[in-house]
């Protein structure tokens, strides 16, 4: 079985780094055009991923902002609903005590 945790990704990450630094040192005679040109690569794919991460919760907020409008939009025709609900029976309870006063 397998072990991919924290650990051993980094136990990993580690060995190749050093099996690169050993290469660079005592492989290539100028390691510097070779480094720079790994270190460019890497830079290219980390701001894409960086990129498609990016699009990616774009598209989540677009989502769940078009969600929220939804849901407010609808709040608001209910609140509206009940204002004149309220309104009426506010009217018409004013209507029917000017028309028949209690005489208390």
Do not use: Y
């Not at 009940?82 to 005590?97: K, N, Y």
């Amino acid at each position: 079985m397998l072990h991919t945790g924290p650990s051993a990704r980094a136990t990993s990450s580690c060995a190749s780094l050093t099996g690169f630094l050993l290469w660079m040192l005592f492989v290539e005679s100028n390691p510097w055009p070779m480094l720079t040109l790994v270190v460019s690569l890497e830079a290219i794919f980390l701001s894409t991923f960086v990129m498609i991460g990016q699009n990616r919760q774009a598209e989540f907020q677009q989502a769940k902002a078009d969600h929220d409008f939804v849901e407010q939009e609808l709040e608001l025709k209910t609140n509206t609903e009940l204002t004149r609900a309220i309104h009426a029976m506010t009217t018409e309870l004013h209507h029917r005590l000017m028309e028949n006063p209690d005489p208390r």
